[in-house]
């Protein structure tokens, strides 16, 4: 059953009474950054922050994260504090200042090259340096101090995100042991033997087990999180009740598919600055008699974006009746930049979006369109909109939003998404096509037969896949979770 905002804001009442509700993150939701003459407020590409600011909307509180923004220090009171969202502020936003070591070692350092790739069955081997993971686990214990400096004696549920932050519930504990914590793990959790590498795999274990609630969005990644404790630590697994012992505290192991909130795009969707948005596309691309294709990721060697062009490859090669017809647009923010797996990432999409152009051009047609650049809401659902197809194609992701901001946004009822079996999503979203995107050939013929879809059978099943979005929304999502708090 889905929840409204207002739904969940009642729940908010009667489960958590007067306790103050926290998140904490690495990334904010609002960044402020000086252009020319002028502070401009900005809302990061990020899954996380995306799906969590519509509820704390609704729920009010504190959100704490790291200040990256240039002008972030400009905006804020003596206590770090900024009310957001600017355009109607609801909740708190206390920001944590790093300094280019600390952001270098924990972020770029242990977080990206060690637990980003050792979580993701992406074929990129982790890279464990000591330096780094004492500079975790030194961030990881100012997240900590924020947490109980803005608690104070309150009575409070802190919510934790992420991979960058798996040692913050047990040093919060240390500090004040009466605050209830949960953590929500938002990429996958790998199989004991790929997880077993890491140095310090027993301390990130124990960090996590300082929770009371930990959440990962499929059974399956719950399922190997219990063989990893049961095979690497001293502690007693119920896999039944799906709950871990461990130094005389007990945290439940649950799954919690995350969502968007279906409603607030679908009505953005049909506002006038996407109508006018979808208008100057067509216009500046000259896209009115073309098959229209999308794909809107992070610019990151998990999403398979090289995989995608070389399917795409691969059906123009296969279909040249189709050139001069289909236009894929490739969407995309340049990501972790300052890493060479990410560097060798961009060269080569560059290259390969070069190589296809090259190939099938024409001179009034080029079958891919590449844009690196931060791209503002209303631009990506004019082009979600406009999209015959969306194509997500992740090697290893934990849910993937961009695959439910697309059946959010296609209020007409039509397009057809092509899904990795590889993502949480999947499980979901069974009306999609699903790929094996490493099987290249199979991969082209979806991209086929999205195109060639007859009408009514894309209608019906984006109706379907719009209905399961609908239903199992954001604040379902953090229902759900709230509700097993409030039990705790």
């Not at 504190?62 to 804020?76: L, N, R």
């Not at 600390?102 to 242990?110: K, V």
């Not at 890279?127 to 500079?135: I, L, M, P, V």
């Not at 080569?348 to 809401?377: A, G, R, T």
Request: hydrophobic share 40%.
């Amino acid at each position: 059953m889905s929840l409204t905002k207002e739904e969940l804001q009642g729940l908010v009442r009667n489960r958590l009474a007067k306790r103050l509700f926290v998140v904490v993150s690495n990334r904010e939701p609002y960044i402020h950054n000086f252009a020319v003459d002028e502070i401009r407020c900005q809302v990061p590409a990020s899954g996380l922050t995306v799906a969590l600011d519509p509820v704390m909307r609704a729920c009010g509180g504190i959100w704490i994260a790291h200040g990256s923004g240039s002008a972030d220090k400009a905006v804020v009171d003596e206590k770090d504090h900024v009310a957001v969202p600017p355009d109607g502020p609801c909740y708190t936003l206390r920001r944590i200042w790093l300094t280019k070591e600390e952001e270098e070692g924990y972020y770029l350092g242990f977080s990206n090259e060690a637990l980003w790739p050792l979580c993701h069955i992406a074929y990129t081997p982790p890279a464990f340096d000591e330096a780094d993971w004492n500079t975790y686990q030194k961030v990881n214990r100012l997240f900590a101090e924020a947490v109980v400096d803005e608690v104070g004696n309150s009575d409070a549920v802190i919510f934790i995100q992420d991979y960058h932050l798996a040692l913050v519930s047990r040093f919060i504990k240390q500090r004040n042991p009466r605050l209830v914590t949960a953590q929500f793990w938002h990429i996958p959790w790998p199989n004991p033997e790929a997880f077993r590498i890491c140095p310090w795999g027993k301390e990130l274990l124990h960090g996590l087990l300082g929770n009371d609630l930990l959440g990962f969005h499929i059974k399956y990644h719950c399922d190997n999180f219990l063989d990893t404790v049961r095979l690497l630590i001293e502690a007693r697994v119920d896999p039944e009740r799906s709950l871990v012992a461990c130094g005389g505290k007990t945290t439940l192991v649950r799954p919690y598919p995350i969502s968007v909130d279906f409603h607030r795009i679908a009505q953005e969707a049909s506002g006038p600055e996407v109508l006018k948005q979808m208008e100057e596309i067509r216009q500046r691309w000259d896209i009115d008699d073309k098959f229209v294709g999308i794909g809107i990721d992070r610019l990151d060697y998990t999403k398979g974006i090289p995989h995608r062009l070389r399917a795409l490859d691969k059906f123009f090669a296969k279909h040249p009746e189709y050139n001069g017809r289909v236009v894929f647009f490739q969407l995309g923010e340049p990501s972790r930049i300052h890493i060479k797996k990410y560097k060798e990432l961009n060269a080569e999409i560059d290259d390969l979006v070069e190589e296809i152009n090259w190939k099938y051009e024409s001179d009034d047609w080029k079958p891919i369109i590449l844009l690196k650049e931060h791209l503002p809401p209303p631009t990506l659902l004019a082009f979600n909109r406009l999209a015959h197809f969306c194509i997500v194609s992740s090697l290893h992701d934990g849910m993937n939003l961009v695959a439910k901001e697309f059946v959010s946004s296609r209020i007409d009822e039509d397009g057809v998404l092509i899904l990795s079996r590889f993502t949480g999503a999947a499980r979901e979203l069974t009306e999609a096509l699903l790929i094996n995107p490493y099987a290249t050939d199979e991969f082209a013929d979806a991209v086929r037969a999205a195109i060639e879809m007859p009408p009514e059978q894309r209608q019906s099943r984006m109706k379907k896949l719009r209905q399961t979005v609908a239903q199992n929304n954001i604040y379902r999502w953090a229902g759900d979770i709230i509700s097993q708090l409030a039990e705790l």
